[in-house]
């Protein structure tokens, strides 16, 4: 069993009230302007190596953790970074890119706390003065009053402030349309989510699917509508084949699963009856049944960049306008 060093009197202190600074210059014998400058490493300051010794050791006796408003305080901004989440499903393609956001935001020495719309707590800029967030970032554009609102409650930086979804979104679109065209499927169906949610992106996807058969000289996209679920699905997909359709955009991968099972339903296989392709390359995409061909992101250069971003902004320089990454086509069976 690991002993407790501690005096009586530091573990009283310590299960009495939060430990603070003061405390810890207490038990180190020095002065609480000495403890800022040795947990803060703050520079031009020729403190002794046995009286920064002495310090640490007691911060780690005490347990000693700086309050933020402190560490804002001596950083100059917190460390903070909010991300607002809109109210869609939290899906594997939305985890991945929170999980590699906030991987990419630590190497820079910053938090990144999460606030979901979906929950109906308070509003944005609330949450944003309540955490001291020096930085908000979004899946999408704020409107300007939310912009002003953010500022106002402290955050330097806003991300994205400005900007088109629509040049996120068609592209993806696009690109899964060609692929199909390109293997020789002239009538094209998209599959849309029942989630209310996800429908604004779901419907700029279907634009980029229309464009890319505009271009082709071949009739817009059948667009049909299935929950996540077997029955369902097959309702839908007996409607795509009723207008001939060959092959099919679904919005993401779950609702391309979706596709195939409801397929699977009314007895027919992809790619033979109909192709499928999907959006994310989640993990389950190449555990489908056949493997499900679709649109990959890297993640991880995504939220690398959004980092960046932040960080610039929160150092002075003018942010960057972050960007997706490249989206590559991933070959499966499907299709």
């Known amino acids: 069993?690991?002993?407790?060093?501690?005096?009586?009197?530091?573990?009283?202190?310590?299960?009495?009230?939060?430990?603070?600074?003061?405390?810890?210059?207490?038990?180190?014998?020095?002065?609480?302007?000495?403890?800022?400058?040795?947990?803060?490493?703050?520079?031009g300051q020729s403190i002794p190596e046995e009286t920064r010794q002495r310090v640490l050791d007691a911060a780690r006796r005490l347990d000693y953790r700086p309050h933020a408003s402190a560490r804002a305080l001596a950083a100059g901004r917190s460390d903070i970074v909010l991300l607002s989440v809109p109210d869609l499903p939290i899906g594997a393609g939305i985890s991945r890119f929170i999980e590699e956001t906030a991987t990419a935001l630590a190497e820079h020495g910053l938090?990144?706390?999460t606030h979901l719309a979906g929950a109906h707590g308070r509003p944005l800029p609330d949450v944003c003065a309540a955490v001291n967030a020096s930085a908000v970032i979004g899946f999408s554009p704020f409107p300007p009053d939310v912009v002003q609102s953010l500022r106002r409650a402290g955050a330097s930086v806003v991300l994205p402030s400005d900007g088109d979804q629509a040049a996120a979104m068609r592209p993806i679109g696009r690109m899964q349309g060609e692929h199909l065209l390109g293997r020789g499927h002239r009538r094209i169906g998209y599959?849309?989510?029942?989630?209310?949610?996800?429908?604004?992106?779901?419907?700029?996807?279907?634009?980029?699917?229309?464009?890319?058969?505009?271009?082709?000289?071949?009739?817009?996209?059948?667009?049909?509508?299935?929950?996540?679920?077997?029955?369902?699905?097959?309702?839908?997909?007996?409607?795509?084949?009723?207008?001939?359709?060959?092959?099919?955009?679904?919005?993401?991968?779950?609702?391309?699963i979706a596709v195939l099972a409801g397929m699977r339903e009314c007895g027919?296989?992809?790619?033979?009856?109909?192709?499928?392709?999907?959006?994310?390359?989640?993990?389950?995409?190449?555990?489908?049944?056949?493997?499900?061909?679709?649109?990959?992101?890297?993640?991880?250069?995504?939220?690398?960049?959004?980092?960046?971003?932040?960080?610039a902004g929160l150092s002075g320089r003018e942010p960057a306008r972050p960007t997706w990454s490249i989206p590559q086509l991933v070959q499966r069976s499907s299709t």
Request: net charge negative; aromatic share 2%; glycine share 6%.
């Open 1 to 43: 069993m690991k002993r407790d060093r501690r005096t009586g009197d530091e573990r009283s202190m310590t299960a009495a009230k939060r430990v603070t600074s003061a405390d810890v210059a207490r038990a180190a014998g020095v002065s609480r302007t000495t403890v800022s400058f040795v947990l803060n490493d703050r520079p």
């Open 111 to 113: 938090t990144l706390v």
């Open 191 to 256: 599959a849309l989510p029942a989630d209310s949610g996800l429908k604004a992106m779901a419907e700029e996807r279907l634009i980029g699917v229309t464009e890319a058969c505009r271009r082709a000289g071949v009739e817009p996209p059948v667009a049909v509508t299935t929950a996540l679920e077997a029955g369902d699905a097959a309702g839908a997909v007996r409607q795509l084949a009723d207008e001939s359709v060959t092959g099919v955009c679904a919005f993401n991968d779950e609702t391309a």
């Open 268 to 311: 027919l296989v992809a790619p033979a009856d109909i192709a499928v392709i999907g959006v994310d390359d989640i993990p389950t995409a190449q555990l489908a049944v056949p493997a499900l061909t679709t649109i990959h992101f890297d993640l991880r250069e995504v939220g690398r960049k959004r980092a960046e971003v932040v960080v």
